[in-house]
């Protein structure tokens, strides 16, 4: 009985393992083939910068999980008071910011050789370290996955160490100890247009 029930453990944890490992290769793979898109995209000379910008959104966006990476900025303390619409309308512009400053990243591109690390399994999610090089810097990039409804999403990045969605956090944490929701989303709006 006792050998029983260990084989069945034993057996659980390598088709555990194995199960993690596809994973992690197909998440690599996911945003091996985004990348390699993106950058395809940036390379052709002869398309015009917003046209590269449009056709670079439409790759990428699939693989980020928006609506989860607006609400983890505003947190346990702001998300759940907000009525609906103002969850979709704050939803919206972070989308929208967050497009944009990830355009801006991708299009300062040049030469650069991005390279994709070997993806580690962090408590279920699995994250990715790429590094941007160029002849003088090498900057790291930390794309970090989630699992749902089976499909691997990006619910954070981490620049250089720093997390997109800590960094906004600390932003709109500041504004909303000072003043209103309303106010936040102005500034959103604000940012957006520039």
Request: proline letters at 2%.
């Amino acid at each position: 009985m006792m050998r029983t029930l260990l084989y069945a453990v034993v057996g659980l944890l390598v088709l555990i393992q194995l199960v993690l490992a596809d994973d992690k290769s197909a998440v690599e793979n996911l945003l091996n083939s985004k990348l390699d898109a993106a950058v395809e995209i940036l390379q052709q000379k002869n398309l015009a910068k917003q046209t590269k910008q449009a056709k670079i959104v439409e790759i990428v966006t699939p693989m980020f999980d928006f609506q989860l990476m607006a609400k983890l900025t505003l947190g346990r303390k702001y998300w759940p008071g907000l009525a609906r619409e103002d969850k979709r309308k704050f939803s919206e512009l972070f989308f929208k910011l967050l497009k944009r400053a990830y355009l801006n990243e991708l299009t300062t591109y040049t030469d650069e050789e991005i390279i994709v690390m070997s993806p580690l399994e962090i408590k279920g999610k699995i994250h990715i370290p790429t590094y941007l090089v160029s002849e003088d810097s090498q900057i790291l990039m930390l794309y970090k996955f989630y699992h749902r409804k089976n499909i691997w999403k990006v619910y954070d990045i981490e620049i250089q160490g720093v997390s997109i969605i800590q960094s906004y956090r600390i932003q709109f944490d500041e504004i909303l100890q000072k003043r209103t929701f309303n106010d936040l989303l102005q500034k959103l709006e604000q940012l957006v247009n520039q």
